[in-house]
């Protein structure tokens, strides 16, 4: 398994980044997958995550309404729209798989890529 994060960069306030993963070594379309995110001295959180057919999807209330996490299974990729960022938004994100395959519930992301540096500053 293999996971790959770019997009990373520095966003003015307000501003606008994309992320994009992309993945190979399994399956993508039969597994859910998530973006996280890690500040410094902060926990990693759960950030946005979609199933494997790309009908549900799970928003932390930090985000919602500002990002929009999608996938393209004929291109093998994740993505992380990130609109209207703010300062706190800064972090180092990461894209994960889930364990299992076509798993609805109980998920465990046990597969990271290496992350990818989101600065949010004017």
């Known amino acids: 398994v293999q996971l790959v994060e770019s997009g990373g960069g520095l966003a003015q306030p307000g501003g606008s980044l994309r992320l994009s993963c992309a993945a190979s070594g399994f399956i993508f379309s039969s597994y859910s997958l998530a973006w996280f995110r890690q500040a410094p001295g902060k926990e990693r959180e759960l950030v946005a995550r979609?199933?494997?057919?790309?009908?549900?999807?799970y928003y932390a209330d930090s985000v919602k309404g500002r990002f929009t996490i999608s996938r393209d299974n004929a291109e093998n990729t994740l993505y992380l729209q990130m609109n209207n960022m703010k300062p706190e938004d800064t972090a180092l994100y990461y894209c994960?798989?889930?364990?299992?395959?076509?798993?609805?519930?109980?998920?465990?992301?046990?597969?990271w890529g290496q992350g990818t540096q989101v600065t949010v500053s004017s």
């Open positions: 979609i199933s494997w057919s790309g009908s549900n999807t």
């Open positions: 994960a798989k889930d364990r299992d395959a076509y798993r609805i519930r109980g998920f465990d992301f046990s597969s």
